[in-house]
């Protein structure tokens, strides 16, 4: 009887071990390749550029985001931007972008995180994206300052590839 106990003991211990780290590990569902439908996405002032070509890469874990994205719209000068920030809301180092230089970001729901991107110390965007039901859309909502310094409001829909 001795061994029948220490037998399910060790078998409840493992699945309980096995549940843990199959959690710690769970992909999210933000993980993956996005790109924008530009048919369903809109800026406030009108001037949601014709033809948008934006691609976004990410990788969350439960304390960091990495974040890719090419947007090459233009084709003749792609742009890009890259960072790997932690989930805490203190900024990072953000390459690759001559409109920011920092980036902060939070998850504030189990489907929505919120980020800013700032140029020397300015906010020039914030966003909140929120992964709509199914986990094959997502939506980025925020409010974005033009290099001219006027400001406007976005709604841009991204599928999952």
């Known amino acids: 009887m001795n061994n029948s106990v220490g037998f399910w003991s060790f078998l409840a211990l493992s699945i309980l071990v096995l549940s843990l780290t ?29 033809g948008m070509s934006l691609e976004i890469d990410l990788e969350i874990t439960a304390d960091q985001i990495k974040y890719h994205s090419l947007n090459d719209t233009d084709k003749s000068k792609p742009a890009t931007v890259d960072y790997t920030a932690k989930l805490d809301w203190k900024p990072a180092p953000l390459a690759g972008s001559v409109r920011y ?28 994206y929120e992964m709509l039901q199914g986990g094959r859309r997502f939506v980025r909502r925020g409010v974005a300052k033009s290099p001219d310094g006027s400001c406007h409001e976005y709604e841009e829909f991204f599928d999952k590839k």
């Open 22 to 50: 199959s959690a710690a590990f769970a992909t999210d569902a933000y993980n993956g390749k996005w790109k924008i439908d530009a048919a369903r996405s809109s800026w406030s002032n009108g001037k949601f550029p014709e």
């Open 101 to 128: 230089d920092r980036v902060a970001v939070r998850r504030v729901g189990k489907n929505e995180f919120e980020i800013i991107e700032m140029k020397d110390g300015d906010v020039i965007v914030g966003a909140v």
